[in-house]
């Protein structure tokens, strides 16, 4: 009895001491390294499932192989070495990093023209200004025109952004002309309106953008708070530029914000203009100071620079910006500082306006998104509390949507086609 213990425990340990070896043997066996995503000839043909040694050592009982997969550099190669060198002998793997193709140029395109854009995007417009212009038009050829009435065409101004004073000069002067020569029909009333708005508006004020100088490159100064729509709006200025036939470069200034310059670019290419760009969070004055050095030496008629936007209860920002109108002032005066705006936004604006106002002597304003908006009777607000005209007006979303301010056809888009 004795005896046949001592041969049973003489069978395990002999057993357990093979055992042992083989799951030695196999911890030492070499692993073939994978590049990322590569996979077996076996995980394909059952579409991730493992044969062959893997399902070999899974019936002897060992899971060392469940381990990831070694992918790193061996003591001497230097790191990645391994990864690509296994990359380049595993053909025919669809799993491998494809290189990156090289940035797309869009396509040259020709802008349309700024002449007349205004007339044809009047509908547009016209659409969005119904409550000022129909408004009015009804209240004030209506049968009687008594304080109450008054009252609501005051209410009526107000709410369009006209203004208190501006609003207290209409009102004062539609009221002198009923009394003298009476709006008895729609006809009447709408002559009368038309007149006093384009008083307010002004026909005789330059909107000229001053884009083409003798002996070197007009400099144009995008500036405005974030979210108006600031770079796209730089963009759209130069298919105004390309579109009269001027050469442009364009400097993205705006260093903060690290999709502008691309976006600047892309704008820049689709009209076939050169973009200057410089380092993400550099120095803004040193990006339009070679945009305007660039713009010399390629005999440019235009250099554009767009700016960062910048809140304007920020005094240390505002510095800045006027340090990058003095900074490129040393290759020449610059021509145009627009202020963009969004329309939408209303007496906010001009709370903006007035300080950018203080930081550098704006020469004009951009009204964005006034296809989105009622209240037309921002242009009139803003020209009265800064003293600088609307030279430009977004009426959408398309790059051809950017027109040059005409006061008469804006104050007739207002107020519809006569009856």
Do not use: Y
């Not at 046949?4 to 042992?20: E, M, N, P, Q, R």
């Not at 990864?83 to 990093?97: E, F, N, R």
């Not at 910006?321 to 936004?345: F, M, S, Y």
Request: proline share 5%; glycine share 10%.
């Amino acid at each position: 009895m004795e005896l046949l213990i001592l041969i049973v425990v003489i069978a395990v340990a002999v057993v357990a001491t093979v055992g042992l070896a083989v799951g030695s043997a196999v911890r030492r066996r070499p692993r073939r390294r994978l590049a990322r995503g590569a996979r077996t000839d076996g995980e394909r043909s059952l579409g991730g499932g493992l044969e062959g040694e893997s399902s070999r050592a899974a019936a002897a009982g060992t899971i060392d192989e469940a381990r990831p997969v070694d992918i790193t550099s061996p003591p001497g190669e230097p790191a990645g070495a391994a990864v690509a060198t296994d990359a380049a002998v595993d053909t025919g793997d669809d799993a491998a990093v494809a290189p990156v193709p090289p940035r797309q140029r869009p396509p040259v395109e020709t802008p349309a023209p700024g002449d007349g854009r205004l007339v044809r995007l009047r509908m547009r417009l016209a659409r969005s200004q119904n409550s000022l212009g129909k408004g009015l038009l009804a209240l004030l050829s209506g049968d009687r025109l008594d304080e109450e009435t008054w009252e609501d065409v005051e209410a009526t101004l107000l709410v369009a952004d006209v203004g208190v004073l501006a609003t207290n000069e209409l009102v004062a002067a539609l009221r002198e002309r009923t009394k003298v020569l009476g709006a008895s029909t729609p006809a009447q009333a709408r002559e009368m309106l038309r007149d006093e708005l384009l008083a307010q508006v002004g026909t005789t004020t330059d909107r000229s953008l001053r884009t083409s100088v003798p002996d070197r490159p007009a400099v144009v100064l995008v500036v405005g708070v974030n979210g108006t729509g600031k770079t796209t709006t730089c963009g759209k200025i130069a298919r105004l530029v390309v579109a009269e036939g001027r050469t442009v470069v364009l400097g993205a200034a705006d260093t903060f914000r690290a999709a502008a310059a691309e976006q600047l670019q892309t704008w820049g290419e689709r009209v076939g203009a050169e973009t200057v760009r410089g380092a993400e969070g550099g120095d803004p004055a040193s990006v339009a100071f070679d945009a305007v050095k660039r713009g010399v030496e390629a005999a440019a008629d235009t250099v554009l620079i767009d700016t960062a936007g910048r809140l304007h209860t920020k005094l240390g920002l505002m510095d800045e910006l006027a340090k990058i109108k003095r900074v490129v002032g040393k290759h020449g005066p610059v021509d145009e500082v627009l202020l963009v705006l969004d329309a939408t936004t209303g007496q906010n604006a001009l709370v903006q306006a007035r300080v950018f106002t203080e930081a550098v002597d704006l020469t004009g304003v951009v009204l964005t998104k006034l296809d989105g908006t009622a209240k037309g009777g921002i242009v009139i607000a803003v020209q009265r509390e800064l003293g600088v005209p609307v030279k430009l007006i977004g009426l959408g979303e398309g790059p051809d949507d950017l027109a040059p301010f005409e006061p008469e056809a804006f104050v007739d888009a207002l107020l519809g086609e006569p009856a």
